[in-house]
């Protein structure tokens, strides 16, 4: 069964640091492309941040450019999202996704998602 | 970074056709491949549509999309009740940016 698990979210102070995870199984996790996608409370879907299979390339949004790490490690099957100098509009639940596209077919995998929640 | 311009709601009776609008520009739409989400309540998204119109394993052929220069739309046909969710279109960016757009809320009536 495929599966993504985030975790690491929770209540942080304005100015603070949190580290995201997001643990893969089910998949072959070094053969596919992984976003961090978040969505504030009520509000739509706002990517975040990217990172290649091999971890080569990395891409970020100008809101968490300077601020946020994305990180992966193929062996232990995880991805990573180092959030630093957190601000309130940084509220929102953080979904870790998959995507691969080869041979003609496309697989795209979403975790649940982690709250994380900026507020003094 | 732009956002993708869609219409805030859409709605349609059980069986009918609804489309979905997503506006872009010539640095994202019109030059690269447009993905379509459907979030259902409480849910996280799931990818409906990729490369503008394919359909990963398992999604129905109610489920379609094409694009058009800077623009792209999302058609449900046979509308149905499990069909009334939050649909987003999204595309990358010449700026290496992935974009999504604002959300349509479809309502089965």
């Known amino acids: 069964e495929v599966q993504l698990v985030e975790s690491g979210g929770g209540l942080v102070q304005p100015g603070g640091s949190l580290r995201l995870s997001c643990a893969a199984s089910g998949f072959t996790f070094s053969n596919y492309e992984m976003n961090w996608v978040r969505q504030a409370p009520g509000k739509g879907l706002e990517w975040v941040s990217y990172i290649s299979s091999s971890g080569s390339a990395i891409y970020y949004a100008d809101s968490v450019k300077g601020r946020f790490t994305i990180s992966r490690d193929n062996a232990k099957n995880s991805l990573y999202l180092q959030m630093n100098s957190l601000r309130a509009e940084d509220t929102a639940v953080y979904y870790c996704a998959s995507y691969y596209y080869g041979s003609g077919r496309c697989f795209d995998y979403w975790g649940q998602g982690t709250l994380v929640t900026v507020s003094s | 970074q732009s956002v993708l311009t869609q219409p805030p709601s859409a709605s349609g009776t059980p069986g009918q056709r609804v489309t979905i609008s997503c506006s872009g520009s010539?640095?994202?739409?019109?030059?690269?491949?447009v993905y379509w989400y459907q979030q259902l309540p409480g849910t996280a998204p799931k990818l409906l549509i990729y490369r503008n119109n394919q359909r990963p394993s398992g999604v129905p052929d109610r489920f379609s999309g094409s694009k058009s220069g800077t623009s792209a739309s999302l058609a449900i046909s046979g509308l149905r009740s499990e069909d009334e969710a939050d649909y987003y279109c999204?595309?990358?960016?010449?700026?290496?940016?992935?974009?999504f757009g604002t959300g349509t809320k479809v309502t089965v009536l």
């Open positions: 999204a595309a990358w960016d010449d700026s290496l940016s992935k974009v």
């Open positions: 010539s640095s994202n739409i019109g030059s690269n491949y």
